[in-house]
């Protein structure tokens, strides 16, 4: 079975800091890994993805991600947070052994708040 | 990428009625999804819309309750059957490609009084 943990339900960080967003994962075989934002009111919104090849993969926005094998897990960064970065963000895992049709978990989410 | 459209965008309903989401993409998708969504938390998979066969459900979720249409690669529809106030929440379309990335649309959400 294939899972995915968000540790923290909310994290707050300064406009222009550096941001992390905690997401560690589990599977059987090798993961695809995801990361969306959702707006208020939005739909999800992809961010980046990571399937093979280079662990650090960057995606829309000036976000990117560090896919760690042995710690299993993929933490979303930017080396400086905006205000509009605020929102709530969604791993997700699938793994790639799984057969038949493609189910991806998502985890908990997690809030993001920059302050001004 | 994908862009996927949903109708309608919110709905207020009486206890009982049913309503049917529309959901269009505006390329073909092999896959399409749909879920729901508590404000603010995390999302659960109803069911995978199959083209040309019937839905695949998850557990908890039933036909009868959630029934899909998938006619064609484009366009799927989830009618909330018999609806009571537990049923208001969020409800999300995605369509994934071959890339494995699946792409959503921006919610229907449904208030049942």
């Known amino acids: 079975a294939q899972s995915v943990a968000q540790p923290e339900d909310q994290v707050n960080v300064a406009e222009g800091n550096p941001l992390t967003v905690k997401c560690t994962y589990s599977v059987s075989g090798n993961p695809y890994l995801f990361w969306y934002v959702q707006y208020p009111n939005r739909g999800l919104q992809f961010l980046l993805k990571?399937?093979?090849?280079?662990?650090l993969v960057k995606g829309s926005y000036g976000f990117e991600a560090e896919f760690n094998k042995s710690q299993t897990s993929f933490h979303l960064k930017k080396p400086s947070a905006l205000v509009s970065d605020s929102a709530l963000y969604f791993c997700a895992v699938r793994d790639m052994q799984a057969g038949g049709y493609q189910k991806v978990t998502f985890g908990t989410g997690t809030k993001l708040q920059v302050i001004p | 990428s994908a862009v996927i459209s949903q109708k309608p965008s919110r709905d207020i309903c009486q206890r009982g009625t049913s309503l049917t989401i529309q959901c269009q993409v505006d390329?073909?998708?092999?896959?399409m999804f749909w879920y729901r969504q508590q404000p603010g938390q995390s999302l659960t998979l109803i069911a995978t819309?199959?083209?040309?066969?019937?839905?695949?459900?998850e557990s908890g979720f039933v036909i009868d309750k959630f029934p899909i249409s998938r006619p064609n690669l484009t366009f799927s529809t989830l009618t909330v059957s018999n609806m009571s106030p537990e049923d208001s929440s969020i409800y999300l379309c995605?369509?994934?490609?071959?890339?494995?990335?699946?792409?959503f649309g921006p919610g229907t959400r449904l208030l049942v009084l």
């Open positions: 390329s073909q998708v092999t896959m």
């Open positions: 819309a199959n083209q040309g066969s019937e839905a695949t459900y």
């Open positions: 990571y399937i093979t090849g280079d662990n």
């Open positions: 995605s369509a994934g490609q071959g890339d494995e990335t699946q792409y």
